[in-house]
């Protein structure tokens, strides 16, 4: 059965391990040829290390697969270019770009270091901004390509100590969001993958076992929720088999794939003769209480055991 990326070129973020490393090594089992970028640092960002990228490349070529490794930082935006360079230096072109790169520095907000804000927000939707940027018109001459990029329901619904990492992956929503519009006539797709996966990153988040909803939470992502599930699932928006797919976000969270509601109006309020902070307060809040969110995390809303 010929894969769904034969004969393509993909480059993967983050491939050193994890959702990254699962997405590269399927990539190239589906046929792609595969530029495998990690910069090897530890889930806080510090450090670096070639051997990650080194180690994924050497993995799938051992499975007869082809790939070549690159340790810049997806940060950096004249190393980003530099990738979509390599790729089409090494193997001929670039048609798709996964993005799952990143790292976390987690903390209450009214603690939180303006430096670990600004180092989140680098790699996350800096990150996804320089590779996009590098891509785009590659994308845009030939009249194809895909971006894949990685949000989080921390950000979509909320989890408490990630606001810098919240505030980033919605970033990375609503720019996949305008990628895809400004694509839509030039072949260039752009999708999200919330992903739900035990990785190193997700064992630093800062929850609290001892609340039962989160505890149980933490078991099934143990348990039942793994890299290899996500990868199905984005390597397959990277491909032309979802040629029609743009735009959109989706939930990967075992064997269940969700596709997630996007902001539209919901109910609204009217007043003919203009509002007042009193009337705002006495009658168009009240009006609209019955619509409003409720503060759940991620794992009340996500509260069933995953298939």
Known sequence: MTGVLEGKVVLVTGAGGGIGKAC???????????????LGVAVSGQGASEGPAHQTVAEIIAAGGRAVANTDSVADRAAAARMVEQAVDE??????????????????????????????????????FNLARAAVGHFRDQGEGAFVFFSSTSGLIGQAGQANYAAAKMGVAGLSRILAIEGKFKGVRSNVVSPFAWTRMIDTIPLDQADEATAQWVEQMRSRMRPEQVAQLAVTLASPAAKAVTGQVFVARGNEIILMSQPRPLRSVTEENGWSPQTIAERALQELSADFYSLENQAEVFHWPPP
Do not use: E, T
């Open 24 to 38: 590269a090594l399927l990539a190239a089992a589906q046929g792609a040829c595969v530029v495998v970028n990690d």
């Open 91 to 128: 193997f001929g072109g670039l048609y798709s770009v996964i993005n799952p790169a990143g790292f976390l520095r987690d903390g209450m907000f009214h603690k939180m270091d303006p430096q670990d804000w600004d180092a989140v927000l680098a790699v996350h939707l800096g990150g996804a």
